[in-house]
């Protein structure tokens, strides 16, 4: 072999050589300075934690202006904590019981944390009139333990309103008690001043019920406690009569049915009664009795005989004689002797 081939050879491998020693070196040099650089109080870069949650009040159903928020509606849900807003309900602070019977002021959305700006709470200033809807006025009337069903109505269920009082007939001449459903399906939105019902209270008798009406109802219903007597029926909550799909939107309507109290008791006389004679009643069986000019009746119903006027004369029929001419003779009465 030539040996300046011998010599090339050798030369190259002395430079690989070199390379790979120098390139070894230069990182374990590289690690050294990444190995000081951490020792020096630099933390290795780690995937980001995730981020801690918190529980926060929100509604479960979207509900409309003045709706009184129930157990039903809240729930508690899980909310990221970075850049949380100050205003929301955390789980900790406030319980639930704390909201019941607030009223909202705006409608929210299913999902929608529930802010304490966007509820009026019960006892603040214009509470009632958040839970007044648009258009509708606010009405008391007074309460006893019979005209409140007593003390089972509480703010939210619905009734229908009853007006005792007394009615002139007979061009005023008789007088008699009414009672007419003045109006029907009313909400009440307060009993005395609770505008909530909270699970365990026990009933008690009001004193005043406040019913959400149209200003025309409101007339009404300040009219007729001046009348007379006003009463309240609970209505059932599954009972849909006239109604339709309204739920708890429905406006209360006017009523249309009424009693007098003829139609109560059968002892007083209707003056709407009609005054046609009652038809006369079957005859009687009765035997008639002839006893010479005696005539007497007996009914059959086990009456006592009774004398009646003498009996009647009956006249003699003639006998007719032969005619020759094929006429009748004429007949002639004989006395009856």
């Known amino acids: 072999m030539n ?26 040099a590289e690690r050294a300075a990444l190995v ?6 630099a933390k290795p870069v780690a ?18 202006a003045g709706h009184i928020l129930k157990p039903d509606d809240l729930r508690w849900q899980a909310w990221p904590q970075g850049n949380l807003p100050a205003a929301y309900i955390v789980e900790g602070k406030r319980p639930i019981a704390d909201f019941v019977g607030a ?3 705006l409608p929210v959305y299913a999902g929608q944390p529930l802010v304490e700006n966007d509820i009026v709470m019960p006892g603040t200033r214009g509470f009632l009139a958040a839970v007044l809807r648009q258009g509708m006025r606010a009405v008391s009337l007074p309460l006893t333990a019979t005209s409140g069903v007593s003390g089972f109505i509480y703010a939210g269920d619905r009734v229908d309103v009853l007006l005792t009082h007394a009615i002139s007939t007979n061009e005023g001449k008789d007088q008699h008690n009414a009672t007419e459903t003045i109006l029907r399906n009313a909400r009440v939105i307060a009993i005395d001043q609770k505008a909530d019902f909270v699970p365990g209270d026990k009933p008690e008798v009001a004193k005043n019920a406040t019913l959400e009406l149209t200003p025309k109802q409101a007339e009404i219903v300040t009219l007729g406690n001046k009348m007379g007597e006003l009463s309240l029926a609970l209505r059932s909550l599954q009972d849909e009569e006239g109604e339709g799909t309204g739920g708890d939107d429905a406006t209360a309507e006017l009523g249309f049915s009424s009693t007098q109290d003829t139609q109560v008791s059968r002892l007083l006389k209707d003056p709407n009664a009609s005054a046609e ?28 005989f009774a004398e009646l006027n003498p009996a009647p004369v009956v006249p003699d029929v003639g006998v007719l004689k032969p005619n020759t001419n094929n006429q009748k003779a004429p007949t002639t009465p004989s006395s009856t002797k």
């Open 277 to 304: 004679k009652a038809p006369d009643a079957p005859p009687k069986a009765t035997l008639f009795v002839l006893r010479g000019s005696q005539r007497l009746r007996q009914d059959l119903d086990g009456s006592p």
């Open 36 to 41: 000081a650089q951490l020792s020096g109080g």
């Open 103 to 105: 009223v909202v002021r």
């Open 47 to 64: 995937a980001e934690a995730p981020k801690t949650t918190l529980q926060v009040l929100v509604v479960k159903n979207a509900l409309r």
């Open 3 to 28: 040996s300046k081939r011998i010599l090339f050879l050798l030369i190259a491998v002395i430079v690989a050589g070199g390379t790979a020693m120098m390139a070894r070196a230069w990182l374990q």
